[in-house]
């Protein structure tokens, strides 16, 4: 088993590879510490904590975004459409007021996700 530290979208993962065959030539690597990030760096644009959140309601795929950001809206109006096993699924706003986006279309989304903020 070898193992190396893989860094992907700025985090690190420790990966194990077992081996299989007889390799001719064997290189040693010498374990490298992985350096600690102090800060994250995230491609989601910023959203304010007022007003009520939009959650993702399962995981899935941005697929579109149904209206600008800042623009009114209102309550049941579908602002989004979020993929999930090639389903659209449409996201709705949870009542009247200005969204502002947390994410973009293209983004992978967990569940429970905040996806804009409704105020």
Known sequence: MRNFIVTIDGKNYSVGVEEVGESANVTQIAPVKAPVQT?????????SADGEKVLSPFPG???SLLV???????KDQPIMVLEAMKMDNEITAPCDGKVTFGVAKGANVDTNAVLAVIG
């Open 39 to 47: 800060e994250t760096k995230s491609s989601a644009p910023k959203i």
């Open 61 to 63: 795929l941005i697929k």
């Open 68 to 74: 600008a950001d800042g623009t009114s809206v209102k």
